[in-house]
Nanobody, 119 residues
């Protein structure tokens, strides 16, 4: 069973930065077999993809965050980070971490951490 715990959300002014963390309870030697991602869901909107990382193929980003957000993994700590810079009010959402085994859909989800960007 994989458990994901997010942290780092909060209230920030537009133009500011936050770093989200996602700690995974995956034994280190299998962590490299998972694709990790961040999704977000704003009030009244559907959940959307933000960024993903897989250890051998690199990173992917939604167009709306490219150049502002960076996803980084620390395999030694079983943790994935989402560095968010130049935040905008439209980035306000609950951000969730997700994990997928290679070739599978995202099946493991964290509870989420709320990010609010004030204008």
């Amino acid at each position: 069973q994989v458990q994901l715990v997010e942290s780092g959300g909060g209230l920030v002014q537009a133009g500011g930065s936050l770093r989200l963390s996602c700690a995974a309870s995956i034994r280190t030697f299998t962590f490299s077999r998972f694709r990790m991602a961040w999704f977000r869901q704003a009030p009244g909107k559907e959940r959307e993809f933000v960024a993903s990382i897989y250890w051998t193929s690199g990173t992917n980003y939604a167009d709306s965050v490219t150049g502002r957000f960076t996803i980084v993994g620390d395999m030694a700590k079983n943790t994935v980070y989402l560095q968010m810079n130049t935040l905008k009010p439209e980035d306000t959402a609950v951000y969730c971490c997700a994990a997928a085994q290679l070739g599978s859909a995202y099946e493991y989800w964290g509870q989420g951490t709320k990010v609010t960007v004030s204008s």
